[in-house]
């Protein structure tokens, strides 16, 4: 009953690196979305893509990329890692067309990503 | 400003009392709509109920209900006969247009609910 998958559940960089998150949805959907996730903060919109090649810049976009070449994959770029993009990264895709309403935002299990 | 507040970052209740968790919104769009996820210690986040800008009725999902209060911009969640196993952080979220079709979901920063026995 898999549904939004995520390459890692912890990871370490140094400072510097180029890091990819990768998100894998097996429901084919057409949207998906990256979100950074800090105590206090709640969950914060970095990109999101709603087609295959298709991206939009969410909330809190810099220093980050994505790429999303195949509809069940979306990834997610950093281009140097810094310290403060240590954080909880969350992967979501909801169910329903691209231009449909859906009711519900399918979530994969975080990655929790350190930045030394 | 922000999109969706939560104006209480920690509650508690005692095992089989109701808590209402509060969340105000702000859009200009006449068509949105509402979420309510929890995320259990575990980390997960479990959708538990939705109200759309146009539902006239408020939302109901077992113990769960949504009070939407259009004009005031409210859309708090009422947990009924808490228990043990609600104790988790709860975000409000709102979905809206972000151009054309396509819309984007924006989350509060959540409350810590802690159920005592």
């Known amino acids: 009953d898999v549904k939004v998958t995520q390459s890692s559940r912890y990871l370490v960089k140094r400072t510097g690196e180029k890091v990819f998150l990768e998100c894998v949805q097996d429901?084919?959907?057409?949207?998906m979305f990256w979100y950074r996730q800090d105590p206090g903060l709640g969950l914060r919109l970095i990109y999101f893509s709603y087609d295959v090649k298709m991206k939009e810049k969410g909330d809190i976009p810099e220093g980050y990329s994505v790429s999303r070449e195949k509809k069940e994959r979306f990834s997610l770029i950093l281009e140097s890692a810094s310290t403060n993009q240590t954080s909880m990264y969350l992967c979501?895709?909801?169910?329903?067309?691209?231009?449909?309403?859906?009711?519900?935002?399918?979530f994969g299990p975080g990655t929790r990503l350190t930045v030394t | 400003a922000q999109k969706i507040t939560q104006t209480q970052p920690g509650m508690f209740v005692q095992e089989k009392e109701a808590v209402t968790l509060d969340c105000t919104y702000d859009t200009s769009d006449q068509s949105y709509g509402l979420f309510w996820y929890k995320q259990p210690s575990s980390g997960e986040m479990i959708f538990l109920i939705y109200q759309g800008s146009y539902d006239e009725q408020n939302a109901t999902e077992g113990r769960y209900s949504l009070n939407f209060q259009k004009a005031r911009k409210s859309a708090n969640l009422v947990i009924s006969a808490s228990q043990l196993g609600d104790s988790a952080m709860y975000f409000c979220?709102?979905?809206?247009?972000?151009?054309?079709?396509?819309?984007?979901?924006?989350f509060g920063k959540g409350t810590l609910l802690t159920v005592n026995p």
């Open positions: 429901m084919d959907h057409e949207n």
């Open positions: 979501a895709s909801p169910p329903g067309t691209g231009t449909g309403i859906s009711y519900e935002q399918y």
């Open positions: 979220a709102m979905r809206e247009h972000s151009g054309g079709s396509n819309y984007k979901l924006t």
